[in-house]
């Protein structure tokens, strides 16, 4: 028997983070009109992954473009506050730890990272590439829909479209370390498969680097 289920306002997503077969971190996405809050933490028991608690909030335009990005940020011993506000083609980040911006420019189509997820979530067909900003430095993000596939979760069997993403930088501009988990994304070397329900929500996702893997699995919805 398959699960129907859809993304509501203010519908709490819970996931494990596993690697190596062991988990690494909880992960809690909130998705609603125009919004997605991303929250991931644990205890760092770990060595592969360090203490974790990091807060990623995005206010999205009609479009689904992003307007404001902000992080909170908690990390081994990295406390910090930044935020992004976007004002196509431009963009400033201003920044807790330095009390300075970082005005930078950027493409009339440019998103975050969890913009781009939530773009990929609500579009049954997306398009073959977007444009990613990385903190001042962009990125192309190419998409390939595969087969539709049938995969067991702990919320049920579920119908998905599978999309496989690949990166590609189009600059070499100097950009600052933010964060860990939208760091290790942004990197040419790693291929990203995300399975997504026929009604929007993220069931699943594999990030894999050589020979190195990471999966996100959903495990409850609130």
């Given at each position: 028997?398959?699960?129907?289920?859809?993304?509501?306002?203010?519908?709490?997503?819970?996931?494990?983070?596993?690697?190596?077969?062991?988990?690494?971190?909880?992960?809690?996405?909130?998705m609603?009109?125009?919004?997605?809050e991303?929250?991931?933490?644990?205890?760092?028991?770990?060595?592969?992954?360090?203490?974790?608690?990091?807060?990623?909030?995005?206010?999205?335009?009609?479009?689904?473009?992003?307007?404001?990005?902000?992080?909170?940020?908690?990390?081994?011993?990295?406390?910090?506050?930044?935020?992004?506000i976007?004002?196509?083609?431009?963009?400033?980040?201003?920044?807790?730890?330095?009390?300075?911006?970082?005005?930078?420019?950027?493409?009339?189509?440019?998103?975050?990272?969890?913009?781009?997820?939530?773009?990929?979530?609500?579009?049954?067909?997306?398009?073959?590439?977007?444009?990613?900003?990385?903190?001042?430095?962009?990125?192309?993000?190419?998409?390939?829909?595969k087969?539709?596939?049938?995969?067991?979760t702990?919320?049920?069997?579920?119908?998905?479209?599978?999309?496989?993403?690949?990166?590609?930088?189009?600059?070499?501009?100097?950009?600052?370390?933010?964060?860990?988990?939208?760091?290790?994304?942004?990197d040419?070397?790693?291929?990203?498969?995300?399975?997504?329900?026929?009604?929007?929500?993220?069931?699943?996702?594999?990030?894999?680097?050589?020979?190195?893997?990471?999966?996100?699995?959903i495990?409850?919805?609130?």
């Amino acid at each position: 028997m398959l699960l129907a289920i859809s993304v509501l306002p203010a519908q709490k997503l819970n996931y494990k983070v596993s690697s190596m077969s062991l988990k690494v971190a909880d992960l809690v996405i909130d998705m609603g009109p125009r919004t997605i809050e991303v929250r991931v933490q644990n205890q760092g028991r770990l060595s592969i992954f360090p203490h974790l608690n990091n807060i990623y909030c995005v206010q999205m335009n009609e479009m689904s473009l992003p307007t404001s990005y902000q992080r909170i940020i908690h990390q081994g011993e990295l406390r910090d506050s930044v935020q992004t506000i976007y004002n196509h083609p431009k963009a400033v980040m201003y920044r807790q730890s330095t009390g300075q911006s970082l005005k930078y420019k950027i493409s009339n189509n440019s998103r975050d990272f969890f913009s781009f997820l939530y773009t990929l979530c609500e579009n049954p067909s997306p398009s073959n590439s977007y444009i990613l900003d990385e903190d001042g430095r962009q990125w192309r993000a190419y998409v390939r829909a595969k087969e539709r596939q049938r995969i067991h979760t702990e919320v049920g069997n579920i119908y998905a479209r599978c999309l496989e993403i690949q990166l590609e930088p189009l600059n070499d501009q100097e950009h600052p370390y933010v964060d860990m988990l939208t760091h290790n994304f942004f990197d040419e070397d790693i291929k990203v498969t995300i399975w997504i329900s026929d009604n929007g929500v993220p069931l699943k996702a594999h990030l894999k680097k050589n020979f190195i893997g990471m999966n996100w699995e959903i495990i409850g919805i609130d």
